[in-house]
């Protein structure tokens, strides 16, 4: 139970942040793109400030949410940041929330609710055992080199799908890292073997690294073509990591059909949210007050 609370309110937290760097990417010079300068461009707009203090917030609950349950179970419950952010969205600047939202908030609700009671996540340990993270390393590095060169080579929509899926993948990997690091609290090293444990500082590089993917993401392309990989890949790479680093089990056979239907819903409802007006940041004018 707390960790599906503190996953919600790291979900609402990033979904925030999101949204507001996303605000802060479009004011930044094309030229800028895939190099370090972006970030300095960044750093003078309050908005993006205000994005990243929320990527703070959120990476502390994310750690306790980690700590006390399956990465399996976590991380999924992160595709509900987007519905959720456009609805607190709505309800700060007094708009009416459009029904295509409300239909879009539903399906991934309901897609959530049926991946994790399909695939009904289980098992696994604490920490990663022997040397698991050497070709889960490897794999992974691959898998973004060959994403960033992709989408090196593309433009518009498709860099932005490219370069979010490759940040997905980042966030993914700091997630499986940051479980990994925190189980050194319970070994009875405590706070000592966390601080020197590899696994914090990969976290904090791999953090950094998918934090400055999003951010070309989002500058590449509209939310729309960047919000569903980044949800859908977040989610998927994650479940893979719970379940070949840390053992976790999912369900298979038929569940794999239930499991199919909700990341087509998850995958509609991102899409449709992307396109609302409140994820774009052009929101419809304020209701009137009565």
Request: proline share 6%.
């Amino acid at each position: 139970m707390i960790s599906v609370l503190f996953a919600v309110l790291t979900a609402l937290s990033n979904g925030s942040a999101s949204v507001l760097q996303r605000r802060a990417a479009l004011e930044v010079p094309r030229d800028s793109a895939m190099r370090l300068s972006l970030i300095g461009h960044l750093l003078r707009r309050p908005v993006w400030l205000g994005g990243i203090g929320l990527v703070i917030v959120a990476a502390v609950c994310q750690a306790v949410a980690l700590a006390t349950g399956p990465i399996a179970v976590v991380q999924p419950i992160f595709v509900i940041e987007l519905p959720a952010t456009l609805l607190v969205a709505g309800y700060v600047l007094r708009v009416r929330v459009p029904h295509t939202v409300w239909l879009g908030v539903a399906a991934m609700t309901a897609g959530l609710a049926l991946g994790l009671a399909s695939a009904s996540p289980m098992g696994g340990s604490e920490s990663v055992r022997g040397v698991a993270w050497v070709p889960a390393l490897l794999v992974t590095g691959l898998f973004e080199a060959v994403l960033i060169g992709a989408a090196l080579r593309a433009r518009g929509n498709g860099r932005a799908a490219l370069l979010g899926l490759a940040a997905a993948c980042g966030y993914a990997l700091t997630a499986a890292l940051m479980k990994d690091a925190m189980a050194r609290l319970d070994d009875g090293g405590g706070a000592v073997a966390l601080l020197t444990s590899w696994q914090l500082y990969a976290t904090a590089a791999a953090g950094l690294g998918a934090l400055f993917l999003l951010q070309n993401a989002l500058q590449a392309g509209p939310l729309v073509a960047v919000q569903p990989m980044l949800t859908l890949g977040d989610a998927l790479i994650s479940i893979f990591y719970g379940v070949t680093l840390f053992g976790e089990v999912l369900r298979t056979g038929w569940w794999l059909l239930p499991e199919l239907a909700a990341l087509i819903l998850i995958a509609v409802g991102c899409v449709g949210l992307a396109r609302s007006p409140l994820a774009t940041g052009n929101p419809p004018p304020p209701s009137r007050v009565r």
